[in-house]
């Protein structure tokens, strides 16, 4: 077993302008440090291997986070509060049969929860609302998969996609484009349950 874990930040494209953190997560004190930023063009162009996994950040008003490992046929689902991924609770996989994951409306940003019926993880991020006067309702209101968050619920939700996902970071890689944008026809689409309150 690895002493670390080398973890690539998802981000919705608009935040990736600037480039992708990756961190070094230590596996036995939760440790999470930066370790290089990689660039959006490079990203783009070829993706990235000798990665683990995935830490998603949201963008307000939620500053807990969200460590994404493969194991076996399993993505598990770890929190990270105040900064350190929560190594004493066991994590949620996403292959559990009481695996639920949804999607809340909020005014200005939208809830999103993953649990397995005894251990429920919620975020709300911003990133799923662009608010200014001169946006349109679409933009204001951009589809359930802009925040990361939601593209990682959208890809959970679908067999193929979930599958392809494990398969990647099984093998150390990850192709950013591909798992980024909603819009590509990589795989057939399927609706994810979304409240609203």
Same mark, same amino acid.
């Given at each position: 077993m690895k002493d670390s874990l080398t973890l690539l930040q998802f981000k919705s494209p608009w935040q @990736?302008?600037?480039?992708?953190?990756? &961190?070094?997560?230590?596996? =036995?004190? @939760?440790?999470?440090t930066q370790t290089k930023? =990689? !660039?959006?063009?490079?990203?783009?162009?070829?993706?990235? !291997?000798? *990665?683990?996994?995935?830490v998603l950040? #949201?963008?307000?008003?939620?500053?807990?986070?969200?460590?994404?490992?493969?194991?076996?046929?399993?993505?598990?689902?770890? %929190?990270?509060?105040?900064?350190?991924?929560?190594?004493? /609770?066991?994590? *949620?996989c996403t292959t559990d049969s009481d695996f639920r994951s949804e999607i809340v409306e909020r005014l200005l940003y939208r809830n999103f929860t993953f649990s397995d019926g005894s251990t429920q993880m919620t975020f709300s991020d911003l990133s799923a609302r662009l608010v200014a006067a001169?946006?349109?309702? &679409? %933009?204001?209101? #951009?589809?359930?998969?802009?925040?990361?968050?939601?593209?990682? =619920?959208? +890809?959970?939700?679908? %067999?193929? =996609?979930?599958? !392809?996902? +494990? /398969?990647?970071?099984n093998k150390g890689r990850f192709d950013y484009p591909r798992w980024s944008d909603p819009m590509r026809k990589t795989f057939k689409r399927r609706t994810s349950v979304v409240s609203h309150s």
């Open positions: @990736g302008r600037s480039g992708f953190d990756r &961190y070094s997560m230590d596996v =036995a004190t @939760g440790t999470l930023r =990689a !660039k959006t063009k490079k990203l783009l162009r070829k993706g990235q !291997k000798n *990665i683990d996994g995935l950040f #949201p963008t307000w008003p939620t500053r807990k986070g969200l460590v994404v490992t493969a194991d076996g046929d399993c993505l598990n689902l770890t %929190e990270v509060v105040r900064g350190r991924p929560d190594l004493a /609770s066991d994590p *949620i001169q946006r349109t309702p &679409y %933009e204001v209101f #951009p589809t359930p998969d802009f925040s990361p968050f939601a593209r990682l =619920a959208g +890809i959970i939700a679908n %067999e193929d =996609a979930h599958a !392809k996902l +494990i /398969s990647d970071l």
